[in-house]
């Protein structure tokens, strides 16, 4: 008898729980649509203490995060979420990229935003946000190879003025080396992928750089 006692007090407990799990994120629902922000992150710290693997609090943290503009938290909420293989692995990996990108960490924001194309391929924000910051890295590449020969030859012309004030033969340059391209930076390969995909799967275009500063807002389940 005592052990049914017990058995029936643990599912209740269990029962009372979940209930309360469940509570937190109608509320927690309710103060993100209000955008009450830090109030609905509370919430879903709540029903995460109650249930840490409990996916949509592990989301909803990480979008109240962002617009929190507290985007390491949410990198980590999202990265969470992204990781039990739920049915809002795609979106969190999508969110993940804008929060990397907020956060000013364009190589992280790519491959975010590159796995949340292979968990849907047809998802047009993330190909035009990938896009977008591909041109991004791309003219900032650019840019920067173009310092980079301005410079050499501002120091050339200058080893050439000095030769000639002293009145000795200019040296023989020595071959300049190109600048390296960012390690986790996407190659050209990659890139020439993308926009392929995004051709064949009649998507957007991306804005063109200067018209545009951000990538699409971050999406809601």
Known sequence: MMKKIACFLLLLSASSAFAGVRGDLREAGKLYQDKKYGQALSKYQAALHKEPSQEQASF???AAS????DYQS???AFENTAEQNG???QDALFNLGNS???AGNKDKAVSAYRQAIIANPKDK???HNLQLIIE???SEQNQNNQNNQNNSNNSSNQSQQDQNNKGQAPQ???KEEKPSTPQDAMNKDDADRVMQMARENEYKKPTQPGEAQDPTVEKDW
């Not at 962002?66 to 503009?69: G, M």
């Open 60 to 62: 909803g943290a990480g």
């Open 66 to 69: 962002y617009y929190l503009k």
């Open 74 to 76: 949410a990198e980590k």
């Open 87 to 89: 049915s809002l692995r």
């Open 100 to 102: 990397y990108y907020r």
């Open 125 to 127: 924000e993330a190909v």
């Open 136 to 138: 991004q890295q791309q």
């Open 172 to 174: 023989e340059q020595g």
